[in-house]
């Protein structure tokens, strides 16, 4: 967290607290959504499961292993690929079952604020 709070930061950046209270309200209704998909009987499960896991399994290793020093760029273009993961992965468990869909779709607006928070720290700290 030490490099994090050493960054030039846009006004709008959520305040830290939020972090970890968005992901963890995220996650538990992603966790709800695979239950809901699980207890389903209709066709499409596997791939909903899979996009679930792919996007969560990106967001876990963006945050533990991507944001760095000198790791910026690569950290606001992996938020594009987990942007993108969680899309997939509210269509998917969407088309299995509506509600897990609408669980899961909170997740892409955090994720749209993470993505251009990447980037506007990448312009505001260039070279780091």
Known sequence: MG???SLLKPS????D?????AWFTLWALQAIALVVVLGSER??????I?????QFVAAVAW???VFG????RLSAWWLVAVWLLVLVAIVAVGRVERLAGVLVAPTLVWMSVATALGFELLRLNPGR
């Open 50 to 54: 899979g996009a679930l896991v792919a």
């Open 12 to 15: 709008w950046t959520p305040p």
């Open 63 to 65: 945050q533990a292993v």
């Open 69 to 72: 020093p000198g790791r910026l």
């Open 3 to 5: 490099f994090y709070v």
């Open 17 to 21: 607290w939020a972090f970890p209270a």
């Open 43 to 48: 066709t499409g499960r596997p791939a909903a």
